[in-house]
C-alpha cells in the first residue's frame, strides 16, 4: 500500500500541470503562456542534450573545426608536414653543394689549388693509356655523316664564312683636314669635299640608323657584316632608310655642312671594327 501511494504520489508531481505565463511588467498583459509539467521538462531538457551532444560530435568528427582544437591533428596536416621536412631536407643538401662548387671555382680563380686536391688516381690511369694504342681514326659512319653536314652547309645561306675579302672604297674625294686621333677621342677623319657631293657606301652594307642628330647633322650607319661598321655624318641629305641594302659605291647622302659641331662642308667618317674604332687611311686610299 505505502509503495502504490508513493509511486501514485510520484506520478501526481511529474504529471501535475504548470501554467508558464508572461506578462508585461507595466500593464501585465499576458503576452504569451504555456502549459508545463515536471515530466515534459524533463524530456525536453534530455533531447536538447541529447542534440547538443550529437551536433558538437559530428562537427568534431566531420569538419575542419577539429583542427581547432588543442592537442589535435589531422592526418593531411602530418602529410604536408612530412613533405615540407623532405623538401628542407632536399633544399638544404642542393645548398651544400652549391656551396662546394663555389669554392672550389673560388680556389680556382684565386689560384689555390694544391696538388693533394686532384683525383690522383685518375691522372695515374690516365698517364698510363698509350696514344698509340687508341684509334683515333673516324669511323665510316661518322665520315659519312660529316660528308652529308658538309654538303648541307655548302649551299646553306646562314652559314658564315670564315674568309673574308672585299675591298674598302673612300665614300668621297677631297682634302683631310683632321685626321684619326684617339688621344684626343677624335676616332674619325674629317674630309673637306665640294657643297652637296655624293656620299657613297664604302663596302656592301645594311642601313641599321639613318637619323637627324642635333650635334652631328644627318647621319647614316652601315653594317657591313663580320663586325664592320662605317659612320657618316654631317650631311645635308640621306638618300637612303633604315633596312635598306646598298651596295659597294652606292650614293647613301649628299655631304653637307648640318649639325652643331661642324664649321664648313665636310664628312665625318668613322670605321668600327668589333666595337672599336680603326683608322680609316690604314684600308682607304682618300687621294
Do not use: C
Not at 505505502?2 to 508531481?13: G, L, N, V
Not at 589535435?72 to 628542407?88: M, V
Not at 662546394?100 to 689560384?111: A, D, E, F, T
Amino acid at each position: 500500500m505505502k509503495k502504490e501511494k508513493r509511486s501514485r504520489k510520484i506520478k501526481k508531481k511529474l504529471l501535475h500541470k504548470y501554467r508558464l505565463v508572461v506578462l508585461n511588467e507595466e500593464t501585465f498583459e499576458e503576452r504569451f503562456s504555456f502549459k508545463l509539467n515536471r515530466l515534459n521538462v524533463f524530456v525536453f531538457s534530455t533531447l536538447f542534450a541529447v542534440i547538443l551532444i550529437v551536433t558538437t560530435t559530428v562537427i568534431i568528427a566531420f569538419t575542419p573545426l577539429r583542427e581547432y582544437i588543442p592537442g589535435y591533428s589531422s592526418t593531411e596536416l602530418k602529410k604536408n608536414a612530412t613533405q615540407l621536412t623532405y623538401k628542407t631536407d632536399s633544399l638544404e643538401y642542393a645548398l651544400a653543394v652549391n656551396e662546394k662548387y663555389l669554392q672550389s671555382i673560388k680556389k680556382v680563380l684565386l689560384g689555390d689549388v694544391k696538388t693533394e686536391d686532384f683525383n690522383k688516381d685518375s691522372i695515374i690511369r690516365a698517364a698510363e693509356i698509350d696514344i698509340s694504342e687508341l684509334d683515333l681514326n673516324p669511323s665510316k659512319t661518322d665520315s659519312l655523316l660529316r660528308e652529308k653536314v658538309s654538303q648541307e652547309d655548302k649551299y646553306n645561306p646562314l652559314t658564315e664564312s670564315t674568309e673574308v675579302s672585299f675591298v674598302l672604297f673612300p665614300p668621297v674625294k677631297g682634302t683631310i683636314s683632321e685626321t684619326y686621333d684617339p688621344k684626343l677621342k677624335h676616332f674619325a677623319i674629317d674630309v673637306v669635299t665640294e657643297k652637296d657631293a655624293p656620299v657613297k657606301a664604302v663596302a656592301d652594307a645594311t642601313v641599321i640608323f639613318a637619323e637627324w642628330t642635333a650635334n652631328t647633322g644627318y647621319v647614316i650607319l652601315l653594317d657591313h657584316g663580320n663586325n664592320l661598321i662605317s659612320v657618316y655624318k654631317h650631311n645635308s641629305f640621306l638618300s637612303k632608310e633604315q633596312g635598306d641594302l646598298v651596295k659597294a659605291g652606292e650614293v647613301i647622302a649628299i655631304a653637307g655642312n648640318t649639325g652643331e659641331l661642324t664649321t664648313g662642308p665636310h664628312l665625318h667618317f668613322e670605321l668600327w671594327s668589333d666595337g672599336y674604332p680603326i683608322n680609316p687611311t690604314n684600308f682607304i686610299d682618300f687621294d
